[in-house]
């Protein structure tokens, strides 16, 4: 969408001098549309000029794909961290627990990982950016860059350090590419003093980054404070 | 049919040639592991991506590797590892 700024028929009073300033740019004006901005476009406008989908019908999808997020991960861990049997077919089966609990992911296979007080577990695609984003919407853009994806299966304790995140060194990391057809979530370890918690105030402790393996979720105090 | 099972020895081969829509990581060729699960089948990427059916499907596991095999000079933890989905042609039997 495009201001037409050549229309001069504004009606503010002209008490300030226009074009003496120096403006931030939009970013529309920081670099030109790239080759895939224009086929996007171009294939947009034909699909719908065609009748093949709607405007809204776009719209809609893509206000689905926003809606999705990482609720519905925290959701799935504070089910596993209070009933046992629940923990116990999600981490033999994602897609049949998670399907089970009332998320629809198939044909999406899930793999759950565990974290426990010998293994912490963190998940990156070096070849793209797979995420289970049935699970915690479209992933941040630090797990799409070239950084993290890369490091983070060579040096993960050093980019675990960027993030806040200290693990022992006793502690056995295990870094998951994401390269084919599975999709993985960590199951972090519930967080000391969360004790007597409902699911509901659990899940409100389970983090999009605590899932990736980025970081451990806090206790209820310290998560408060933050 | 799946070649193998868990806990078996494999290595990557050395194909650093092939070209194309591969989903084998680079880092990992010619580098040993061990199975840790079998995921099933799945259509082939290499041809899936060029508008074929991806037919027919390939077995794929998860292997582990040690960081130390993957990286040399690795600097984090012994136990360390990393593991990556592969598809059954680029494995291979080892006995290290």
Known sequence: ?226 | MSRFAPGDKVRVIADFTRPGHVRTPWYCRDKAGVIERACGAFANPETLAYAKDGLPKLPLYRVRFAQRELWPDYGGGAGDVVEIEIYEPWLKATEE
């Open chain 1, 1 to 226: 969408m495009q201001d037409d700024n050549t229309d001069d028929t504004h009606d503010h009073a002209h008490d300030h001098d226009h074009g003496t300033r120096d403006f931030q740019p939009d970013l529309e004006d920081t670099h030109p549309f790239t080759e895939a901005q224009f086929l996007e476009t171009a294939l947009r406008e034909l699909l719908i000029e065609k009748g093949v989908i709607t405007a809204d019908e776009l719209r809609g999808a893509i206000e689905f794909m926003d809606g999705r997020g990482a609720h519905l991960g925290a959701g799935v861990v504070a089910r596993a961290w209070t009933d046992p049997g629940f923990k116990a077919r999600l981490l033999a089966d994602g897609t049949e627990a998670v399907e089970l609990y009332g998320i629809p992911i198939r044909p999406t296979h899930l793999v759950v990982v565990e974290n426990t007080a010998t293994v912490h577990n963190v998940i990156v695609c070096t070849l793209c950016s797979c995420y289970p984003r049935n699970l915690l919407g479209r992933p941040p853009l630090w797990y799409k860059s070239r950084e993290y994806r890369s490091r983070a299966v060579r040096e993960p304790r050093a980019v675990l350090a960027e993030f806040g995140t200290t693990i022992p060194a006793e502690v056995e990391i295990r870094v998951h590419d994401s390269t084919a057809d599975m999709r993985y979530l960590v199951l972090p370890m519930r967080p000391e003093g969360s004790d007597g918690l409902s699911e509901v105030e659990l899940a409100e402790l389970v983090t999009r980054d605590a899932m990736v393996g980025v970081t451990v979720p806090r206790g209820p105090a310290r998560a408060a404070a933050e």
